[in-house]
C-alpha cells in the first residue's frame, strides 16, 4: 500500500526558508488520479491545507499563504517538495503530506521549529 | 472560504456508548466530506470519504451520514481504543477546510 515520508530540517530561523520533501512509496506519484498535499497543524491547535500538486505540476495553494509557498514535484525520485519563505514562529507545527482530495493516506509528520 | 463547525467540541462517553459527532458547513458541499481520527502524536488517520463511505480497513462500527451543509459521524459502540480527536473535512471546494475537531474522552 501507499506509504508517504516527510523529510527536512526541524529547525529554521525565522525569515528563512523552510524546505521539506514528501516520499512516496508501494504507489507511483506519477498517477494523475490523485493529488498531493502539504497540510500543517500547531502543536494543540487545528488542520491548515497548505498547498497541492498533480504529477504534471500543476498547483494550487491556500490563499492565506500563497505569496510564501512554493510546492514542486519530482517525478523521477517519487517525491514532491514543500518550500514556505520568510518564515515565523507562526509557521512552527508539524507537517504532513498526504493523497488526494481525501487525505488518504498521510505521512508521520515531521515537525519544523521556527526560532533562532 | 467554506466554514467547517463541529459539535461538541469535546465529550465524555464511556465503554459501549453510541457517540455522535456533527460538522456542519457554511454553504453547500454536496457529499465532499471526509472524516479522520488523530490520536495525541500520530497523524490523522481517514476513516470515512464521500461523507458515508468507509475506507479500506475500518470498522464497521464508524458510520457517516449527511449532505448538503450537515453531516454526522456515529461510533456505534466506543472502544478504548475510539478515544482521541476527530475532524472533517470538506473538499468540495479550494481551499480544502477543516473542522475545529472533537476530543472524546473517557467518562
Known amino acids: 500500500q501507499v506509504q508517504l515520508q516527510e523529510s527536512g530540517p526541524g529547525l529554521v530561523k525565522p525569515s528563512q526558508t523552510l524546505s521539506l520533501t514528501c516520499t512516496v512509496s508501494?504507489?507511483?506519484?506519477?498517477?494523475?488520479?490523485?493529488?498531493w498535499s502539504w497540510i500543517r497543524q500547531p502543536a494543540g491547535k487545528g488542520l491548515e491545507w497548505i498547498g497541492r500538486i498533480y504529477s504534471s505540476g500543476s498547483t494550487i495553494y491556500n490563499p492565506s499563504l500563497k505569496s510564501r509557498v512554493t510546492i514542486s514535484v519530482d517525478t523521477s525520485k517519487n517525491q514532491f517538495s514543500l518550500k514556505l519563505s520568510s518564515v515565523t514562529a507562526a509557521d512552527t507545527a508539524v507537517y504532513y503530506c498526504?493523497?488526494?482530495?481525501?487525505?488518504?493516506?498521510w505521512g508521520q509528520g515531521t515537525l519544523v521549529t521556527v526560532s533562532s | 472560504d467554506i466554514q467547517m463547525t463541529q459539535s461538541p467540541s469535546s465529550l465524555s462517553a464511556s465503554v459501549g456508548d453510541r457517540v455522535t459527532i456533527t460538522c456542519r458547513a457554511s454553504?453547500?458541499?454536496?457529499?465532499?466530506l471526509a472524516w479522520f481520527q488523530q490520536k495525541p502524536g500520530k497523524a490523522p488517520k481517514s476513516l470515512i470519504y464521500a461523507a458515508s463511505s468507509l475506507q479500506s480497513g475500518v470498522p464497521s462500527k464508524f458510520s457517516g451520514s449527511g449532505s448538503g451543509t450537515d453531516f454526522t459521524l456515529t461510533i456505534s459502540s466506543l472502544q478504548p481504543e475510539d478515544f482521541a480527536t476527530y475532524y472533517c473535512?470538506?473538499?468540495?471546494?479550494?481551499?480544502?477546510?477543516f473542522g475545529g475537531g472533537t476530543k472524546v474522552e473517557i467518562k
Open positions: 508501494g504507489g507511483s506519484i506519477s498517477s494523475d488520479i490523485y493529488h
Open positions: 498526504a493523497r488526494g482530495a481525501a487525505f488518504d493516506p
Open positions: 454553504q453547500g458541499i454536496s457529499n465532499y
Open positions: 473535512q470538506q473538499y468540495n471546494s479550494y481551499p480544502p477546510t
